[in-house]
C-alpha cells in the first residue's frame, strides 16, 4: 500500500489549507459570536473548485474524485467545523444526487449552479416526529395531476433558510413506510408556501445555518420529482452515504485541530518551571489523542478510496463516521483539560471544538445507528453495498 499523496493530491491540499487560513480563518471568531454565515466563502469555493468532486466536468465538475475531496475538505473543517456543512449540502447531497438520479434536464438545470456555488443547497430529511425512523415521516406531497402539494414539516436541515434548490422526502403514499416515500427537488426562492425558519438555540455549530421548514400547501412542479416515485427511500440511503463522508471527514479534522491545539498549548504553558508538555500525564493524554486522531484519518481515507474504486463502501463509512466523532469527542474534551482554566474561556477554542463535536453523535445517523450498521453488515444481516 502506498500512503504517499500524489503531485496533484499535495497541490489540492496547500489550495484547500491556504484557502481556509485566508478566507475562513479571520472570521471564525466574529462569525461564532454573532452566529452570522458568511454567504461569500461558499462562492469561492466555487470558484476554486472546492465543491465540485466526483461530478464530470461537463456539469460544472473539477475533475477529481472522493480522495481529493477529502484532502481538501479535512483543511477545511480543520479550521472551522462549520464550513465543512458546504461540501455535503452542495456536492455530495443534492448535486451528486441530482447526478445519479436525475433526467438530463435536471441535471444541467441544477448541477452547475450548485457546484459553482451561485446556489446554496441543502437536503430535507428530518421531521420533528422521524429522525432516525426516515419511513415514519408525514410530510406529504399529494399528485394534483399538473403539480404536487406539498404539507408538512422538517426540522435541524442544515443550510435550510438560505437555501436556494434542495432536496426534499416526502411520502406520495401513506400508510406504506419506506416503500411510500419519493424525493423532490426543491426551488425555494420559486416555491409558495414554504416558511423556513431560522434554529437560534443551537449548543454549536454557530456559523452554520440550521432551519425549521414549514410547507403548507406549497407548489411544486411535477417535473421536480426526482427518480421514480416511491424511490425516495432508497434515493434517500444512497445519498447519506455520500453525505456521511462529510461528517466522517470533518470530525478527523476537529480532532486534529484539538491535537495541535493542545500540543501548542503543552510546549507553551510552563508548570514548576516546565512546559507541561514534559508530565507524564499530559503526555498520556496526547497520546491517546494522537492515536486516535491517526485511526479516524486512515479510516477515512480507506472510506474514500473504496469509494473512489465503486467498492462497497457502506460498512467502511460507517466506521470512518462512527470512530471519527469519537475522536473528535474526546479529542476537544482532553485538549479542554490539557489547557486547564483557559480552556473553559472563550479567548480559546477549546469550547468551540467541544461544543461542534457533539453534533457528529447525531447529525446525518446517530452513533447508535451506524453501531447497527457495522454490525449487521458484519453478521451478514444485510449487504455491504
Not at 489549507?17 to 469561492?44: C, G, M, Q, T, W
Not at 454557530?206 to 420529482?225: G, I, M, W
Amino acid at each position: 500500500m502506498n500512503f504517499a499523496l500524489t503531485d496533484e493530491q499535495k497541490m489540492v491540499q496547500e489550495m484547500a489549507r491556504n484557502f481556509a487560513e485566508k478566507e475562513i480563518a479571520p472570521y471564525v471568531e466574529e462569525d461564532e459570536a454573532n452566529h452570522y454565515y458568511r454567504r461569500e466563502i461558499l462562492s469561492k469555493m466555487g470558484e476554486l473548485g472546492l465543491l465540485g468532486w466526483s461530478i464530470p466536468e461537463e456539469y460544472g465538475g473539477n475533475g477529481m474524485g472522493w480522495i481529493e475531496a477529502v484532502i481538501a475538505l479535512y483543511e477545511i473543517a480543520k479550521v472551522h467545523t462549520s464550513w465543512r456543512l458546504s461540501i455535503s449540502g452542495n456536492c455530495w447531497g443534492p448535486a451528486m444526487t441530482i447526478y445519479e438520479w436525475g433526467t438530463e434536464e435536471q441535471k444541467r438545470k441544477y448541477i452547475p449552479g450548485l457546484l459553482s456555488g451561485e446556489y446554496v443547497g441543502s437536503f430535507a430529511i428530518t421531521e420533528p416526529n422521524a429522525g432516525s425512523d426516515v419511513a415514519s415521516m408525514r410530510t406529504f406531497a399529494e399528485d394534483k395531476g399538473d403539480h404536487w402539494l406539498i404539507n408538512g414539516t422538517k426540522m435541524w436541515i442544515s443550510g435550510g433558510h438560505v437555501s436556494d434548490v434542495g432536496l426534499l422526502y416526502a411520502l406520495t403514499e401513506k400508510n406504506k413506510g419506506a416503500k411510500g416515500v419519493s424525493c423532490f427537488i426543491i426551488d425555494y426562492n420559486n416555491t409558495p408556501g414554504v416558511t423556513r425558519i431560522p434554529i437560534e438555540t443551537k449548543f454549536g455549530m454557530y456559523a452554520a445555518p440550521t432551519s425549521e421548514l414549514v410547507f403548507e400547501n406549497a407548489v411544486v412542479p411535477k417535473e421536480n420529482l426526482l427518480g421514480p416515485a416511491g424511490r425516495g427511500f432508497q434515493i434517500c440511503m444512497w445519498q447519506l452515504n455520500n453525505t456521511r463522508m462529510g461528517c466522517a471527514t470533518g470530525a478527523a479534522a476537529l480532532s486534529a485541530a484539538a491535537l495541535e491545539g493542545a500540543v501548542r498549548y503543552a510546549n507553551e504553558r510552563t508548570q514548576f518551571g516546565q512546559p507541561i508538555g514534559k508530565f507524564q500525564m499530559i503526555q498520556q493524554q496526547i497520546t491517546e489523542m494522537k492515536l486516535e486522531d491517526e485511526a479516524a484519518k486512515l479510516l477515512v481515507y480507506h472510506a474514500a478510496w473504496l469509494k473512489e474504486n465503486k467498492l462497497p463502501n457502506q460498512q467502511a463509512t460507517s466506521m470512518a463516521k462512527l470512530y471519527a466523532c469519537k475522536a473528535a469527542v474526546n479529542a476537544a474534551n482532553l485538549a479542554m483539560k490539557i489547557y486547564g482554566s483557559y480552556g473553559y474561556s472563550t479567548e480559546y477554542p477549546c469550547g468551540r471544538w467541544l461544543r461542534d463535536a457533539k453534533q457528529f453523535e447525531t447529525l446525518e445517523g446517530t452513533s447508535n445507528i451506524h453501531t447497527m450498521i457495522i454490525a449487521n453488515i458484519e453478521l451478514g444481516y444485510q449487504p455491504n453495498r
